[in-house]
């Protein structure tokens, strides 16, 4: 909800997509074998699935990188997506709540405190990032 009201790429629908997702998958291979060690794989395979999705959202710009948030929240709605998969709902519920506090509350600090705003993206100037030419290799 909060990455939705901000305007950002990754909102309600993504977010739920992405729970769902990683919960149909894990519960299918929890389904189909008995042997853990098929649930681990499946898990493993989702982390690497969803951390290239997230990647997708992140993007470079002006010496600074945009997007980490975005794709830090998909993938870790990947996570609430399997911890709900392996009948966590309490955990995931707490994690749920904690997520939103990130995501909202450490705003709140640093509007409270300048310094903390942003990290150093908000010192870099385009003066002090050196820009190079792309090079096209032929």
Same mark, same amino acid.
């Given at each position: 909800l909060e990455r939705?009201? @901000?305007g950002k790429p990754v909102g309600i @629908?993504? %977010?739920i997509l $992405? !729970? +769902?997702g990683t919960y149909v998958f /894990? @519960? &299918?291979a929890i389904s189909l074998s008995d042997n853990p060690s098929d649930y681990l794989r !499946? +898990?493993?395979q989702i982390v690497t699935g969803v951390g290239f999705l997230g990647a997708g959202v992140m993007m470079a710009r002006d010496g600074y990188v945009q997007g980490v948030t975005s794709a830090s929240v998909v993938w &870790? /709605? %990947?996570g609430l997506? &399997?911890?709900i998969a392996f009948d966590f709902g309490r955990q995931a519920l707490l994690l749920s709540g904690f997520v939103v506090f990130v995501l !909202?509350? $450490?705003d709140k600090v640093e509007a409270t405190f300048g310094s903390l705003r942003r990290g150093v993206h908000k010192r870099w100037s385009k003066r002090t990032v050196k820009t190079q030419e792309p090079r096209y290799h032929k």
């Open positions: 939705q009201l @901000r @629908r993504t %977010a $992405i !729970v +769902l /894990m @519960r &299918l !499946v +898990l493993g &870790l /709605m %990947a997506g &399997l911890v !909202v509350g $450490i």
